[in-house]
């Protein structure tokens, strides 16, 4: 792992560690048990733990566990590279947005997730989505609002890759698309 692309896990999963994922202080009866990320050490696999210490998700099934506290879901990749919102039941819920060789960073509490090539935006508290994905290009929340467009498209320019044309606009965070 380069050491940026290992940084960039750091700082996601202390992310995770200081603003959670729904870490379940305050469960309710009906709400899943907390599950804890796992490493092991001798294959540097990663899984989840319950409480008692019981493993649940085994180390190496995911290609790379990024949330720390699983209680409502947790970002996780798959063998294929490609991350992903799953439930406890490890049912997917979405992909996850790469970037920078990891998951989106939440800004203003989303994150952007895709559907069928399609952006949209996820709650980094409960995992839901909020926005569907509906965008063919979407930029992080500022100020309130992301900028979306319709129609662009991804043009690889070396090693980054960059969007053009489309129609441009701004949502708000119930996905209204609202004045610049």
Do not use: H
């Amino acid at each position: 792992m380069s050491p940026f692309k290992a940084l960039s896990v750091f700082v996601f999963v202390c992310f995770l560690s200081v603003y959670g994922s729904g870490c379940g202080e305050n469960q309710s009866p009906d709400e899943k048990p907390v599950l804890y990320l796992f490493s092991d050490t001798v294959t540097n696999q990663s899984g989840y733990k319950n409480q008692k210490g019981e493993v649940v998700i085994p180390a190496g099934k995911y290609g790379f566990c990024f949330t720390d506290t699983f209680s409502k879901y947790a970002i996780v990749a798959g063998k294929d590279g490609k991350l992903m919102g799953i439930n406890q039941e490890e049912k997917k819920l979405y992909e996850v947005f790469k970037f920078d060789n990891g998951p989106d960073a939440p800004s203003e509490g989303l994150f952007r997730i895709l559907e069928g090539g399609k952006f949209g935006y996820a709650d980094m508290q409960s995992g839901e989505v909020v926005i569907s994905p509906q965008f063919d290009c979407a930029y992080p929340f500022e100020g309130g609002r992301a900028k979306v467009a319709k129609g662009c498209k991804s043009v690889a320019d070396g090693e980054n890759t960059v969007w053009e044309g489309g129609d441009w606009f701004f949502v708000n965070k119930k996905g209204e698309k609202v004045a610049q």
